[in-house]
């Protein structure tokens, strides 16, 4: 190992939360990453220390219904993909709403390579990720509007949605939805409060999840936010009647050229 990756591996660690060490530390080696579920009745990373190929967020939502995954923008995604070799489009998500939240996809040039990696609550790389998908509130995309690395239609499509929006404003995502993007590479079950993700040529057992369990009893305690974390793009419907995610990008006049 280089100086250089020992030294992001360490800060990595200090930064990471109690919580995330403890999962680190003391999950059993088939179990990946672990969910909880919280007061809204949603589940999610029992950590704020989560990386999307060296983007940090912290807050980060499982559900098993969403085709894709879907990221909030930040700034630092301009900084580390703005090269020659990396690709960018925008797309339009399928919502239900009369305006579709349009959807910024970073690739390499090819779209096959792996921009970096996954990884869960401090957990090591889980998943090498080809894209990343970025939803665009009014306020990133008009940031974005006007940038050299998008085509014609790329910024006309943005410009578009701002004017459809009008004197509405759509709002920046403040967590990631991570759905089959992941979970269809590996073990998914639920059970009561806890949704586990492992090693799919291993079934968890009784004393694993007793084990998860009391790993995450101080949760409310590290986390003291986790039961207010919604559901932000069905805002807390106690009916459960959102089977249709801003997920599935619409192929538009981007991806037509």
């Not at 339009?92 to 996954?118: D, F, H």
């Not at 008009?142 to 943005?158: F, V």
């Not at 492992?198 to 968890?204: E, L, Q």
Request: charged residues 25%.
């Amino acid at each position: 190992m280089s100086t250089a990756v020992q030294e992001e591996k360490v800060a990595d660690n200090a930064q990471e939360s109690p919580m995330a060490r403890k999962l680190r530390r003391g999950l059993p080696q088939h179990i990946f990453a672990v969910a909880a579920r919280n007061a809204k009745n949603r589940f999610f990373i029992p950590s704020k220390t989560n990386l999307f190929a060296g983007i940090r967020y912290e807050y980060v939502m499982i559900d098993n219904g969403c085709n894709s995954f879907l990221l909030p923008f930040k700034e630092e995604a301009i900084a580390l993909f703005d090269a020659d070799h990396y690709q960018w489009k925008i797309a339009q998500s399928r919502g239900t709403g009369a305006v579709k939240s349009p959807t910024l996809i970073i690739t390499l040039t090819g779209g096959v390579s792996s921009l970096g990696s996954m990884s869960l609550a401090g957990s090591g790389p889980l998943l090498q990720l080809t894209r990343l998908r970025f939803h665009l509130g009014s306020e990133s995309a008009r940031r974005l509007s006007s940038h050299a690395k998008l085509t014609d239609n790329g910024r006309e499509t943005l410009t578009r949605f701002l004017s459809l929006m009008g004197n509405r404003v759509s709002p920046e995502r403040q967590h990631v939805l991570l759905g089959q993007a992941y979970l269809k590479g590996v073990l998914s079950l639920q059970l009561g409060e806890i949704f586990i993700m492992g090693d799919a040529r291993t079934f968890p057992t009784l004393a694993d999840y007793n084990r998860v369990s009391e790993l995450l009893e101080p949760l409310r305690d590290d986390f003291p936010e986790f039961d207010d974390l919604e559901d932000e793009d069905h805002d807390g419907d106690a009916d459960e009647e959102y089977l249709q995610h801003e997920d599935i990008d619409e192929l538009g006049d981007e991806y037509m050229e």
